[in-house]
């Protein structure tokens, strides 16, 4: 008993264990079923249905020994237990449900008994109906038989009531301009009247009604051809017109005819307004047309001739649109729903169908609308061409928006309509163009920009840098700014309209926009239109600018300032290292760009600007070469070497080419880091002097100068030049300051090396070049990267001197290095 009071849930395992015995007493499979399994005909199988307790007792006694009976006597007695013990555990479980099922046979047999009594009650009432209506249907048989005879004459005279009441009818409603009750009453009367013709009465009617509906229908007619009536009343007519069975074809030309003459109307306002908008711009551009005498201003200053400001006008697009999209646009989907609800979609009568009126209908239809749209689409061009201002973006992307969103209306009302797609090409076109107008305003503000920079360069006529003024600090730095500062502010300046430029544009991306996820303004418009029509291009287009400035000096080089070719060449520089792979990723960010189509990579865009810088550092270097030799050919060219008198200081242009070599150090200072320089010896002022005192030139001067001297000259400078290093005058110069100037300084005196070979010298003139020569040792050698370099062409200058002069006798070097001093 235990074993019966356990609760159920207690231990799952005997549970699962009487759940499988009674499975297996049942003959069911895990799934619940009956098991597919041969029965067992073993009369000694205790669990099978032909099981034999004698046999089976039988058995065990011939097998068993007694030990063996008395425990599978324990065990089966074990057995009966456990499964009394399992029976007692189900009724338990199920005791409950035992109850309910017993409660609902009982409750079952109780209703069943009812509800057989209460269909025999309504079989017993259905059998009385029906006798009921027998017996009314036999009483009521001729009576029935006069009354739907009556009902019939009835029905009859009514018919010929309206029959002859008809025309006083027809003609009342013709007075009140009840036309669309007159058509449905003659459309109710027209088939009896023809079926009846031959008859006097009904073909006098028939005659009557016809006279009357044909002036009904001029009338119709006529309100039609007037042309004043609404929309509604125009579809009105025309139905009534299909109804009293005009040509279908001319009803469609005449309602199209009607409606072109609305909407021409519409688009003649829009032309009109064109034309008036035309002058106004004209009207404006002659008023504002800017004085040739103002005054230029620095790139940071606020008076810049901005491109990027919109030109007044007379109405803006935004309106234009609006006007055409409310007016034109929405007339024109009210014409193609009414046109559509009279000839396409009506349904149509047995002797109209066979006509195929909604496919001619629909032809016309198409080729209607593809005229009017080809001109009211060539208006909003031309109004959009007119759009050269860039400033404000927005109301063009409105009007474009706008625009868009009314044709997609056309689409609905009139599917396969090509307009909508061409709707659709004119955005796209329109944003292609106004990247082109975006591209020329940044390139017409970068020259506007250079021209303010060459104009706060050259104003000043200051040394470049402030450097002149040695006293003057504050006024200096009040009267022109310096060069980082003009970079900085040239830089700045094109970066943040190149950025506002990029914000405008974003515009034709936005969500709200519904031209915005066509294909083209997700993929083409970003990759090939943005980054690479206006960002790289705009990009292409500084460096070829920049490199045109190194054109020959005869032409636009010549009248370049030296210092805007250094200026350039550092905005390059500064653009390969930084600018241009920020400009690029903040495009692609902004504007999600898939590199989906061939796109220009950051490395080739930065290799281009780095050659520009390279070509314009070199042209920098050649245009200062150039103005240093000017002055030392023509200090040449001009003087006397023979008859000149002896030295006693140094010349002035000596003096100037070291001036402005210093201030050619500062101003390259500004923009470019120092480089690196080879380590100087300690007595670097003095060393030339010195090598013109070495044994190869007192040999060549000694007292004791014979006639052999000259070749032993000759040969010593040759075996010389053989072990000096080869100098490449016009190499390409590297992005510092000391590059650079080592590069001015070797054009500087080759030039100088080069007149002087071209000269004949007297005592005097030697002596003249040698105190030049040493002066410009003093102080060249501190501006060039190897020292060395100066001493060769110097020592060379004096060399070529020294063989170009009848008496040859060199100044004592004490001599040298007072006048030297002393100047």
């Given amino acids: 008993m235990s074993s019966a009071t356990t609760p159920p849930d207690s231990d799952p395992t005997q549970r699962r264990r009487v759940h499988n015995m009674l499975k297996l007493y049942y003959g069911l499979n895990e799934e619940g079923k009956a098991a597919e399994q041969a029965e067992s005909l ?13 046999i089976y007792l039988n058995r065990l006694r011939k097998e068993c020994s007694l030990t063996e009976l008395m425990d599978h006597e324990s ?22 449900k035992f109850i309910s099922a017993t409660d609902t046979i009982r409750k079952m047999k109780n209703d069943f008994k009812k509800m057989e009594d209460e269909m025999d009650c309504l079989s017993a009432n259905m059998a009385s109906i029906t006798d ?9 048989q001729d009576q029935h038989a006069q009354i739907t005879k009556l009902s019939g004459v009835h029905t009859l005279l009514r018919k010929l009531q309206f029959l002859f009441e008809l025309p006083a009818r027809l003609n009342k409603c013709l ?5 669309s009750q007159a058509v449905n009453a003659h459309r109710r009367a027209r088939c009896v009247l023809q079926q009846y013709s031959h008859m006097p009465s009904f073909r006098g009617i028939q005659d009557d009604c016809h006279v009357i509906m044909e002036q009904l229908a001029q009338q119709l007619r006529q309100k039609f051809r007037d042309g004043g009536s609404s929309a509604k009343d125009l579809s009105e007519c025309v139905e009534l017109l299909l109804q009293l069975d005009e040509p279908a074809e001319e009803l469609c030309d005449k309602f199209l005819s009607h409606a072109q003459s609305r909407l021409e109307a519409d688009l003649q306002g829009l032309e009109a307004e064109l034309k008036d908008s035309a002058v106004t711009d004209n009207c404006v551009g002659m008023v504002q047309k800017p004085s040739p005498g103002s005054n230029p201003v620095s790139p940071s200053g606020s008076s810049i001739s901005n491109p990027f400001l919109s030109p007044s006008a007379g109405t803006d697009i935004l309106e234009f649109i609006d006007r055409g999209c409310n007016e034109f646009v929405s007339n024109l989907c009210l014409v193609i729903a009414s046109y559509q609800e009279l000839f396409i979609n009506r349904p149509q009568e047995s002797d109209l169908a066979s006509k195929k009126i909604p496919e001619m209908a629909n032809g016309k239809l198409h080729m209607f609308v593809d005229a009017l749209a080809a001109r009211y689409f060539s208006l909003v061009e031309r109004r959009i061409q007119e759009e050269k201002g860039v ?42 163009e106004r990247i082109k107008q975006y591209l020329s305003a940044l390139q017409t503000f970068y020259h506007d920009s250079l021209t303010d920079v060459r104009q706060a360069l050259a104003a000043p006529r200051i040394t470049v840098g402030g450097a002149s003024s040695s006293g003057g600090g504050a006024s200096s730095k009040d009267a022109a700014p310096s060069l980082p500062e003009l970079l900085t502010s040239l830089s700045n300046f094109i970066l943040n309209q190149l950025k506002s ?19 083209y303004f997700k993929g083409e418009f970003c990759s090939q239109g943005v980054r690479e029509g206006l960002v790289v291009s705009f990009i292409k287009f500084i460096c070829q600018s920049s490199r045109q400035f190194c054109e020959s000096a005869g032409d636009r080089g010549g009248s370049t300032p030296p210092a805007l070719l250094l200026l350039l060449s550092r905005l390059c520089l500064d653009y390969e290292t930084s600018t ?8 692609d960010e902004q504007f999600l760009v898939q590199h989906q189509n061939p796109v220009t990579p950051v490395t080739a865009l930065c290799a281009e600007a780095r050659e520009a810088a390279q070509k314009l550092l070199n042209h920098y270097v050649k245009v200062q070469g150039l103005i240093i030799s000017q002055m030392l050919r023509k200090s040449v060219e001009t003087r006397d070497w ?13 003096k100037r080419v070291v001036e402005d070599t210093t201030s050619i150090d500062v101003q390259v200072g500004l923009l470019y880091e120092e480089g690196v320089r080879k380590a100087h010896s300690s007595d670097s002022s003095k060393r030339t002097f010195s090598a013109y005192s070495s044994s190869r030139q007192q040999i060549r001067y000694a007292p004791s100068y014979t006639p052999s001297a000259p070749m032993d000259t000759n040969l010593l400078s040759n075996i010389h030049k053989l072990f000096s290093e080869r100098i490449d005058i016009f190499s390409p110069v590297e992005f510092n300051k000391v590059s650079v100037l080592t590069g001015i300084i070797k054009i500087s005196l080759k030039t100088f090396l080069e007149c002087v070979r071209l000269r004949t010298f007297g005592r005097y003139g030697l002596q003249q070049i040698q105190v030049d020569c040493h002066y410009l040792q003093m102080y060249l050698w501190r501006f060039v990267s190897d020292e060395n370099l100066v001493h060769f062409l110097l020592d060379e200058i004096v060399g070529s001197a020294a063989h170009r002069c009848f008496d040859p006798s060199p100044m004592e070097q004490s001599v040298i290095e007072v006048i030297c001093e002393r100047g």
């Fill in 642 to 654: 023979v008859n000149t008198i002896e030295p006693r200081n140094v010349r002035a242009v000596m």
């Fill in 42 to 54: 073993d009369p000694c199988d205790i669990n099978g249905p032909h099981f034999d307790p004698e």
């Fill in 175 to 179: 007075e009140l301009q009840a036309y």
């Fill in 501 to 519: 430029v990029l914000a405008s544009v974003h515009l034709f991306t936005a969500k709200d926009i519904t031209f915005s996820n066509k294909p």
């Fill in 580 to 587: 241009i792979s920020y400009i690029l990723t903040l495009t």
């Fill in 391 to 432: 400033g404000d973006n927005s109301l063009l992307v409105r009007a474009l928006d706008r625009f868009h969103r009314r044709l997609q209306a056309i689409s609905k009302l009139l599917p396969g309509s090509p307009v909508p797609s061409q709707g659709t090409e004119i955005v796209v076109r329109a944003a292609r």
């Fill in 75 to 96: 065990c089966m007695v074990k057995q009966i237990r456990s499964l009394d013990s399992d029976m007692q555990t189900l009724v338990y479980e199920n005791y409950n």
């Fill in 132 to 140: 009921f209506s027998a017996r009314i249907s036999g009483t009521l």
